[in-house]
């Protein structure tokens, strides 16, 4: 990989085309507001309800890594607010596992 880490399975992350695309191979992105470079949400290592909330369709960040994570890959882009509403309605959205983290 790019940065130096395994190509092995436990160092992947499931990822949708949206998020893959908008990735690529950076790690993080600068903080507008101080200038400093702030690492991206790694669902790996951190927990989706410290950094992110969700407001009906819309993911809004809580922290410096939520907002560079959602600026940059696009989380209220038009396109995906109305997918994630169609996924909310239909009870797809968020799933399970997601909610057990949410609420801890």
């Known amino acids: 990989m790019k ?54 369709a819309l993911i809004q960040p809580l922290t410096e ?3 560079v994570t959602a600026r940059i890959f696009d989380f209220n882009v038009d396109e995906r607010v109305i997918e994630r509403q169609a996924l909310i309605l239909s009870g797809q959205y968020p799933s399970a596992s997601a909610l057990k983290r949410i609420n801890k």
């Open 3 to 56: 940065h130096g880490g395994a190509t092995t399975a436990d160092n992947l992350c499931y990822a949708c085309i949206f998020c893959n695309l908008q990735k690529g191979t950076d790690l993080g992105s600068i903080n507008w507001q101080t200038g400093e470079l702030v690492r991206f949400f790694n669902p790996r290592r951190d927990f989706w309800g410290e950094h992110f909330w969700l407001d009906e």
């Open 65 to 67: 890594i939520g907002e």
